[in-house]
């Protein structure tokens, strides 16, 4: 962030300029969630990956500021399929302005991202971002396909983070490449590095739900048991347990049969089972991947700051 402060003050300033509208209950929904903060982690790949590749124009960030309308608009969409009551720690806009509000200005903003994307002229850009975004839905729409079936397989959960997470990652440090003109093998490099950043922070995020507190993790902890999400966390320990545990899980996931103590039986067998150090080893193996990944590029401040960046994801963890 420091490195990047000029070029993030300039997205920054684009979004809340984009976002505007004569509707006035658009750019309130819009600045509750915006406002709310977040590390804007996705602009940020998309600004780190254009200057790592030595671009010195400024379509990265009217491109990053897509990045982030994108993310935003599955924000308000996700809190309003999840009942969501909390988001980074306030308030989700569906609790404060109610879900018909959360869904039409989660489209209005997708529509601005497009927006952005046809002004800056490249068709390349509006097919990658344009590819990202239906596959955050198909992504979204396959977790809803596995939520509260124990049968998931290992397989189907990356599918589904793939999707929903990485896909957008991905997106994002590849449009970074292409307005640097960089030539397909470093463009795929860097999409690569994405992906496998997008699979850690996911990943890491699944385990937090399960051991972070309420004020670390912004939302309400365990919000992904009492939905009955099928996570790694979930997976491994379901797959080492008894078949008395393995009748606890059914319970608590498929038929959504939940009491008090629940959550916490939940997170004693995860730790019985090593379930949570084993999502956060996992993310760590992808972190690494992702660092490895930035090897074909010039040494430099960027690059430091890309792989410290693929740390700072599973570092949150401790």
């Known amino acids: 962030m420091a490195l990047l402060k000029d070029d993030m003050a300039a997205c920054n300033r684009l979004i809340l300029d984009r976002m505007q509208s004569d509707v006035a209950l ?20 998309t600004i780190a990956a254009a200057r790592l590749c030595g671009y010195r124009g400024d379509r990265h960030v009217g491109l990053a500021a897509c990045v982030e309308f994108i993310h935003t608009a599955t924000l308000l969409h996700d809190d309003v399929v999840d009942e969501s009551a909390l988001r980074r720690g306030q308030a989700s806009a569906n609790a404060m302005f109610g879900n018909q509000a959360s869904v039409l200005v989660g489209d209005f903003l997708f529509s601005r991202a497009f927006q952005v994307m046809v002004a800056d002229g490249s068709l390349e850009v509006l097919r990658i971002l344009s590819d990202a975004s239906a596959i955050i839905a198909e992504g979204e729409v396959l977790q809803l396909m596995t939520q509260n079936d124990t049968a998931t397989t290992e397989a189907q959960y990356l599918a589904v983070i793939e999707g929903k997470t990485a896909a957008l990652f991905a997106a994002a440090t590849e449009v970074g490449a292409v307005v640097a003109g960089e030539p397909a093998d470093r463009q795929k490099a860097l999409r690569d590095f994405g992906m496998s950043l997008g699979v850690a922070f996911q990943l890491v995020d699944d385990a937090l739900d399960y051991s972070a507190d309420q004020e670390a993790l912004g939302k309400t902890v365990g919000d992904d048991f009492r939905e009955g999400k099928i996570t790694l ?22 038929d959504r049969d939940q009491g008090d103590a629940d959550l916490a039986r939940a997170l004693a067998l995860m730790t019985k089972h090593g379930a949570l150090k084993d999502t956060i080893g996992r993310a760590r193996s992808y972190a690494d991947q992702a660092i490895a990944l930035l090897e074909p590029f010039p040494d430099g401040a960027e690059k430091r700051a890309l792989a410290a960046a693929a740390d700072f994801v599973v570092e949150r963890a401790r």
């Open 26 to 45: 658009i750019p309130q929904v819009a600045a509750h969630i915006v406002a709310a903060g977040g590390k804007r982690i996705r602009p940020l790949l």
């Open 233 to 254: 966390p979930v997976l491994l320990a379901f797959a080492r347990g008894s078949e008395e545990e393995r009748a606890f899980w059914r319970r608590t996931l498929e």
